[in-house]
């Protein structure tokens, strides 16, 4: 394989692609530093896009960020390349949360070239899904995807379900009581339009529940939206658990890597989805996510799946706000 160097133009859209990412409220946090010299990619978490109310600890940081990370992996595969990552590669520099050296040793790997269309694509989709049950072969595609990044996918019983929208709605109704959080919400969930690069666009909210608890986060978090539609979403909702032996950084980060494989399979397949991460956000809540029928130790996130329309996208910084080359 060459050892020329990577041109700016490919390393500028790999991030592009990277960027599409999800991430908690579409905060975005993620910076990205091209070292030219040694053909080096650094990932960083942005401090000043913190959630200190709904993400305190950082975890769904951690968690965009390495969404953005695999978008990245498929992206360089896509583009010929077989980039080595390593994840926190400098322990005195909590920011610094992966480094990509793009040419690899190896060829690209076509597994994850196979899912670049999937990138710009993928959308998280509010809208009710159809009361339809995804097939045994399409759910152990998703189980692989997981199993890939060293996570678990598993999909609950029902009563297992009904346990996790009794916690969303728990969760919501803290929401609901707590200042700080509806405040940090209303900074990202925007109910007005415009044109902000980054945030919950009105029209991305989704329908209000003409039923009481649903699966599907409300954004407006009580303010007024007059013109947005209600709507009833499917009764018996396909919840997915996603989750990690461990719970520390570098969990989060392939947890997050792990997120976004299953959701670009799961767009491959014909499927659409959502996270529902609010019962996540509450340490005395997030413990009883887990289905204690499973092995799964820790939670990461919790996914809506099904066969529906596809949801709007949401706004992206352009890339010049987030790549720095040196």
Sequence with gaps: ?????????????????ATTAPSLHNAQP???RHLRGPGVLRLYADPERV???ADPQNRGLHLGCGAALFNLRVSAAAAGLDPDVRLLPDPADADLLAEVRLRG???PDPALAALHPEIRRRHSS???YRDQEIPAAVRERLYTAARAEGAQLLFPGTWHVRSVLDLVRD???RELMDTGAREEMARWAHTDPGDAPDGIPAEAFGPRSRHGTSSV???????PMPDRPWASFEERPNIALLGTPHDDPADW????QALERVLLRATADGLVASVTSQPLEWPELRWATRDPLSAMSQVQMVLRIGYGPEGPPSPRRPVGDVLDVE
């Design 1 to 17: 394989m060459s050892e020329e160097p990577v041109e700016e133009r490919t390393v500028t859209a790999l991030v592009a692609d």
């Design 30 to 32: 993620w910076r990205f």
């Design 51 to 53: 959630l200190p109310h």
């Design 105 to 107: 040793t190896g060829p």
């Design 126 to 128: 509010r809208l009710p």
């Design 171 to 173: 969760a919501e109704e």
């Design 217 to 223: 986060r409300d954004f407006a978090v009580g303010r």
């Design 253 to 256: 980060l392939r947890a997050g």
